[in-house]
């Protein structure tokens, strides 16, 4: 089993600790860490963008990674919402374990 570190951005804290605690709920992700604010400029329908977002780190399994990522963008708020993947690639193998045992098989 390895670990994944899943980025998100949201409209607002609510909503990243309303679909955090949902998908920590439902077993997709071990934890989530909710960053805080972020400044984000982005071409947006041919406009260029800047707004405030909200970030979140989840961390799950490479298993359970795909349907994370699924299941937070049928929960978020945005049409094309970014949800990216990061393999962890040096991690405690207790953490690891820790992780496993928290995701649903």
Wanted: charged letters at 25%.
């Amino acid at each position: 089993m390895s670990v994944v570190a899943v980025y998100a951005v949201f409209a607002n804290a609510d909503e990243a600790g309303r679909i955090g605690r949902a998908m920590v709920d439902e077993k997709l992700a071990a934890c989530v860490n909710l960053l805080g604010d972020v400044r984000s400029i982005y071409r947006w329908q041919g406009k260029i963008e800047d707004s405030t977002e909200f970030a979140a780190l989840f961390k799950t399994s490479s298993e359970a990674a795909d349907r994370l990522i699924t299941r937070i963008a049928e929960l978020h708020s945005y049409a094309v919402p970014c949800v990216e993947s990061w393999p962890a690639d040096k991690v405690l193998p207790a953490y690891a374990e820790w992780v496993e045992d928290n995701i649903a098989r």
